[in-house]
Antibody
Framework: QVQLQESGPGLVKPSETLSLTCTVS????????WSWIRQPPGKGLEWIGY???????NYNPSLKSRVTISVDTSKNQFSLKLSSVTAADTAVYYC?????????????????????WGQGTTVTVSS | EIVLTQSPGTLSLSPGERATLSCRAS???????LAWYQQKPGQAPRLLIY???SRATGIPDRFSGSGSGTDFTLTISRLEPEDFAVYYC??????????FGQGTKVEIK
């Protein structure tokens, strides 16, 4: 079955850019939406943004000015960049498959939830 | 901006009891776009319910979801030891495109 694995530095300095990659195995990245979600220590979940395999994106307005999500279909990977980080960006970062089915005839969609998650990777922002 | 408010913050119950968790939205949410997740310590969240009431693959039938508009409920009919965890509701569609509630912790009494 489809599995996701986050990778990237566990420690990032303040004001620098956090960069993470999610590798999709056991299935294709094509035809799906892929999200990044984070969870600060002891707190709840925050959706960061998603990317469709074709490259279209949607970001949380609260982070939009600092976030870039990209996809590399040849490597079955998608990536997150978060610029100008501060201690408030310290969190466990998860990638997940966002099961959205678009109805071509109407432009509407069905939502089936985030059905596959990576194990998460801890990123600490500190000098 | 849509906000999801979950209550109670913590629910203290014994195994075998019924758990009722609430998720209230600041504006109407299509029931098609409301999901619930379970998260245990040190683990990623797990999808339980989508479309407000449809169980995800492999989810036991003691978990059920209901609701519409701004009020949604997750019910665990008889708590098993493995059900003690944090539960999150999530909406898809409104701005921000995706939002989580702050979570309800179900703890052993």
């Amino acid at each position: 079955q489809v599995q996701l694995q986050e990778s990237g530095p566990g420690l990032v300095k303040p004001s620098e850019t956090l960069s993470l990659t999610c590798t999709v195995s056991g299935g294709s990245i094509s035809s799906y939406y892929w999200s990044w979600i984070r969870q600060p220590p002891g707190k709840g979940l925050e959706w960061i943004g998603y990317i469709y395999y074709s490259g279209s994106t949607n970001y949380n307005p609260s982070l939009k000015s600092r976030v870039t999500i990209s996809v590399d279909t040849s490597k079955n990977q998608f990536s997150l960049k978060l610029s100008s980080v501060t201690a408030a960006d310290t969190a466990v970062y998860y990638c997940a498959r966002d099961l959205v089915v678009v109805v071509a005839a109407t432009g509407g969609y069905y939502y089936y939830g985030m059905d596959v998650w990576g194990q998460g990777t801890t990123v600490t922002v500190s000098s | 901006e849509i906000v999801l408010t979950q209550s109670p913050g913590t629910l203290s119950l014994s195994p075998g009891e019924r758990a009722t968790l609430s998720c209230r939205a600041s504006q109407s949410v299509s029931s098609s776009y409301l999901a619930w997740y379970q998260q245990k310590p040190g683990q990623a969240p797990r999808l339980l319910i989508y479309g407000a009431s449809s169980r995800a693959t492999g989810i036991p039938d003691r978990f059920s979801g209901s609701g519409s508009g701004t009020d949604f409920t997750l019910t665990i009919s008889r708590l098993e030891p493995e059900d003690f965890a944090v539960y999150y509701c999530q909406q898809y569609g409104s701005s921000p495109r995706e939002t989580f509630g702050q979570g309800t912790k179900v703890e052993i009494k």
